[in-house]
């Protein structure tokens, strides 16, 4: 049994989870400062976002197997050594689905409907980011679309359909961000694409002119994150900007670790340096808004 647990962890890869998560959670923090927290919100944010990518992620794995199992690189995965079964994905998949929906449930005592509004909607997008690469070489930004969707429905989640310009730059921020790592990741499968008949950037592009244009999208994020400060100070303040300026860095060294010649570093670059950037920015507005609590305390 937690055998079988730790295989479709291992599938749905959760670790990742730190990519979406923070955001969620950042623009909940952002949208707690002009409604009342309530714990079910967190709740429901949580469960939300850990089940809804759980099940684009299995549905992922489940309609690519047979691309996986003819990549070297993918040819380990779960699903083509028969570590899962096809059945058991599918099953895994619908449960995570209904799940999702389920938690939208959580917010309808506040008198919040949108959630189970958006919640199908939501479901239906994230998992046609699987399909995308068959027919649009496009598909790093609606990956990105998909993770932007954090922190705008997070943003919903408690206040509604009131003030979305603040989650919309955020969830902007998230897109590029998304979209820039996405492409850099695609680099190494640029030759199989191509065989393939799958539509990526690098395969299309090449390598070097993809890692140039990742790096655009790096720098609109920044763009957007300093958007967010002009529109969204108070409550964000310095110590915010110097998350950005940190922020800033990290991206400029992934983007060092990472050339045409040299894909070796690939996987750092994606996972360590990204899940720093995520939970770094996460850390950095909690930490600002504490200050701000200090400074000037609720009469």
Request: aromatic letters at 12%.
């Amino acid at each position: 049994m937690l055998l079988t647990v730790r295989r479709f962890l291992e599938m749905i890869r959760f670790s990742h989870t730190v990519f979406a998560l923070p955001f969620a959670l950042l623009s909940a923090l952002l949208a707690w400062q002009r409604e009342p927290f309530r714990w079910l919100d967190l709740l429901g944010i949580v469960l939300g976002m850990v089940f809804a990518r759980s099940a684009a992620m299995a549905f992922n794995r489940l309609v690519d197997r047979r691309f996986d199992a003819a990549n070297p690189r993918t040819a380990g995965r779960h699903l083509p050594t028969g570590q899962l079964s096809v059945a058991a994905v599918a099953a895994f998949t619908a449960a995570c689905a209904l799940v999702f929906v389920a938690s939208t449930l959580l917010f309808l005592p506040a008198g919040n409907p949108w959630p189970l509004v958006f919640s199908v909607p939501v479901l239906l997008f994230i998992g046609g980011y699987s399909l995308a690469k068959r027919f649009t070489a496009l598909s790093h930004f609606w990956l990105g679309a998909a993770l932007m969707l954090a922190p705008v429905a997070s943003w919903i989640a408690i206040a509604q359909l009131n003030g979305l310009l603040v989650p919309t730059l955020l969830g902007l921020a998230v897109l590029f961000w998304v979209a820039g790592f996405d492409i850099l990741y695609a680099c190494q499968d640029a030759d199989f694409d191509r065989r393939s008949g799958l539509h990526s950037l690098p395969a299309r592009l090449g390598v070097a002119l993809s890692l140039r244009l990742a790096l655009g999208c790096h720098v609109v994020m920044v763009a957007m994150l300093l958007l967010l400060y002009a529109v969204a100070s108070p409550p964000l303040g310095r110590v915010f900007l110097v998350g950005v300026a940190g922020v800033s860095a990290l991206l400029a060294y992934e983007h060092w670790l990472v050339r045409p010649d040299d894909l070796s570093r690939v996987n750092q670059a994606f996972f360590q340096v990204n899940a720093v950037v995520s939970i770094g920015l996460l850390v950095v507005v909690a930490a600002q808004l504490a200050i701000n609590a200090w400074l000037f305390p609720a009469p």
